[in-house]
């Protein structure tokens, strides 16, 4: 054993305390203080977040010996001195902690990353690690709020972390944040363990750890990655995919691209998935976990079903579900299982309307085609010929004074008052009055209770207006 390897051990056993004196752990100290402060300035440090870590570097000693300089816990990071650095063994047992500081300073503390740190170390034989909070880093998690992954290619700066070229895809981890540093030690390994190929873990609204063989691979890595998330971001805010070569518009997905071919139903299925993930992450009643892509088609149907099922049951007012809708309802329409059911007086009222010139449009929660089969196919005929239109939730949400602003536009009136909008629910008529709309709610057999003094005109039957 080298004599230099001998005085680390013996170091780590707290009997040689000169060793801490000599040049390469003193240059380490003031490098993390330098370090800190220039992070500071990149905003991955500030607020006494984030921390920097480094070990030692000396010929003599195997790495896996050397000692490591790590910088305190809710300190300022710009106002350090080497002084205030604590160094562990490689083991990561403190041997040397700085003094206590006046008030209003805190006593001092080990980085609250210290657990964290020391996985890099032993899982990647890391020279150095640094954690973040740059708001780059923190932002890129919730772009994209049910994905486990950062996934960018074809950007020159992929070049900059280990083991890529501009070609590749980079992948990097993202774990969920817990309310304390400590507690995401067992999550990060995990994602250490799970990606043999990342040299740095993302935590959700929190930050990132990036690693290197040395403090300069670590810091331009760092580097890499901040630049690639302010990126991808910016390429997010101008409606491109960030994910893809051509870095072309985003489809609409969110939470990884995945096909779930049920051979049955098989549209906008991206969205779709990205419903259920939200689902089960809000506990809706009967979502269940989407099967993986070598699942057997059986149970990608049975798994589709049970959440189209509880998206129904918990009356998810979607687009996708109102399309799936459509399709259910076209199947049986066109085999004549189905018949659209309305009220005695709707055919009548629509016939007299029409004759008079008046206009009608439908404005419904169910899609267009919905309505028109509904309609198309009524019990009292094709009642298509008396309507004038069809809008949908794809102009906006019923309960929203802006989709009432939109269809007022497209109608061409002069004024939206010029509109008359009859609903049974009493949101959509304080939405549509918003829009300066003229109003009647029309009560009908099983609808929810009025608010008393709700100010609107009402009627029993069409036959009234
Ligand atoms: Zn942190």
Redesign the pocket.
Known sequence: MATGAAAAVDVANGVCQSYLNNKPVRETRELVAELCRHFYTQGWVSGT??SITIKVHDESIPKSQQLIVMSPSGVQKERMSPEDMYVLSSAGSIISAPSPNPYPHKPPKCTD?ASLFMKAYEMRNAGAVI?S?GMESCLVTMIQPFSKEFRITHMEMIKGIDGHGYYDELVVPIIENTAH?GELTESLSEAIQAYPKTTAVLVRN??IYVWGDSWIRAKTQAECYHYLFDAAIKLYQLGLDWSTPSHGPIQRVFGGQRNVNAGVLNFNNALELSRVEEDLHQGVAGAVPIPTNDTGKDEVITSLVANVEAMIKADRKITCLKQLQGHIWRTGFQNNELKGVVFEDVSDALQKWHAMGIKVYIYSSGSREAQRLLFGNSNYGDLRKFLCGFFDTTVGNKKETRSYFEISQSLGVDEPSDILFVTDVFQEAVAAKGAGLEVIISVRPGNGPLPENHGFQTVQSFVEI
């Open positions: 977040g984030g990353c954690h909070h540093e929190h930050g």
